[in-house]
Every structure is written in C-alpha cells, then in structure tokens.
C-alpha cells in the first residue's frame, strides 16, 4: 500500500512537471519575440531635414560683340544711297550708249573700255557747287566724278562732276603749275578750278597746228584743247591745238 502511494505521488508530480513546462515554452518564445522586436526611443527622433541642393543656373554671359555701328543706308527709286560720311568720288570714263531725259535732269547708260556699264544720274542738283551741267549725247566718250553705288545688282552713279561730255574735244583753261621737258616737248601741270591736268605738248601732238607750239612757264595762263585721258587717278591731255 504505502508503495503505491509513493507510485500515485510520483505520476502526480511527472504529470505536474510536464504541465508546467508545457506553459513555459510559449512564455520563452514571447521573451524572446520582446527582445527582438526594436525598442522604441523614448526621445523622438527630429526629422532630418532634406537638403535641397540648389543646382546654380549659370546664367549664359553673352560676349557682347563689339562691331563698328554701320552706316544706314537709304535707297529709294533711284536715288543715291545716303551716307553718314562723304565718300571719295569715283571716276567714270566711257562711251554714252544711251540717254534718257526726266524729271530734274537725265540718266544715261555709260560703257567703259573695260565693257562695264553704269547708269550715270546727271541733274542740277547733284551737281551742287560743281555746277556745270550739260547733256551727254549718244557716241560720245565722256568722262565724271561721281558716287558708285548698286541697285538689283546694277551700276548706278550719282554724278557730282562732269569732266567732259566729249573726251576727244576736251578744252581746259588754268594756270601752269610746274613744267617737265622732255624729248620732243613738255608736259604743263595745270589748275583750273579745283582739278589738276597733265597737258602733253609737242610738235607732233600739234600736227597741223604746229606753228602754234609754245613754251610755257610756272604761272603762265594757258588754253588748250586737245583728247582727255586717264593714267591711273591722273587727268592727262593730248594737246592738239594752243588757243591761247
């Protein structure tokens, strides 16, 4: 009997451990759900702030480019373009193959020997102080000063200065400058208004009119005729006949 007791105790006390350790485990495991799962800081965290990184725009700096100011220019019709600054006169010299009669004065359509052609706008008033108007007629060589300008890619000149309406009948009257002997005779430097000639004269030049050959001296007033040319920006005379 008393060994059975000891027995009943026994089972009892197995039954009771095993109970026991049944309810720990779960137990164990919340512990150690506990300590794995972060532990919250009781100071709040300040939101870090988010840096804004600001990307600086360059700003394209445009060189400024330094070009001279151009100077306007104004066509109308068939007028001479207007500039800030007077130009140097350019020189025409050729033969008239046609004009035509307007308003104020004419145009004329001017052939050189280089076979370039310029529409040469002759009036009063673009002469100015030159003055000395006159008609250019048809065959002649004729030779001015003027402003060259262009139009639908066409010579046109404003004319300032007619030096002769007929190169080959050319007539000047000055005063002798300086003389230059040469071989069969002289060249005269001679004023007359504003412009300067080169008169060759000589026996031969004269021809016929040779008893009329003269030697000029420096201050000499002269009056001669004879063909207009050009050698570079130089007016030159072929003297054919001493009128005075």
Not at 11 to 28: D, E, F, G, M, N
Not at 107 to 123: E, P, R
Not at 179 to 193: M, Q, V, W
Not at 195 to 203: G, L, M
Request: hydrophobic share 30%.
């Amino acid at each position: 009997m008393k060994y059975l007791s000891v027995l009943f105790i026994t089972v009892i006390a197995t039954l009771t451990s095993c109970s026991s350790t049944r309810y720990q485990v779960p137990l164990k495991q919340d512990a150690l759900a506990q300590n794995n799962t972060p532990k919250q800081s009781l100071t709040k965290e300040t939101p870090k702030k988010k840096t804004t990184t600001k990307k600086a725009t360059k700003k394209k700096i445009e060189k400024k480019k330094i070009t001279p100011k151009k100077e306007e220019i104004k066509v109308v019709a068939d007028q001479e373009p207007v500039y800030g600054k007077q130009k140097k006169a350019d020189r025409v010299y050729g033969k008239v193959i046609s004009v035509k009669t307007g308003k104020d004065g004419y145009t004329a359509i001017v052939q050189t020997k280089d076979n370039v052609s310029y529409k040469a706008i002759v009036s009063i008033s673009n002469l100015g102080r030159h003055g000395g108007y006159e008609i250019f007629e048809v065959g002649n060589n004729v030779a001015f000063l003027g402003t060259i300008w262009k139009m639908e890619n066409k010579n046109k000149i404003t004319v300032r200065k007619i030096l002769s309406t007929n190169t080959e009948h050319f007539k000047v009257k000055g005063i002798v400058e300086s003389i230059e002997n040469g071989k069969d005779g002289y060249t005269a430097r001679i004023k007359a208004n504003d412009s300067i000639y080169y008169a060759t004269i000589s026996f031969a030049n004269l021809g016929e009119n040779h008893t009329k050959y003269k030697q000029f001296m420096k201050g000499d007033e002269v009056y001669v005729y004879g063909e207009l040319w050009f050698l570079g920006d130089k007016k030159q005379i072929t003297v054919r006949d001493i009128l005075s």
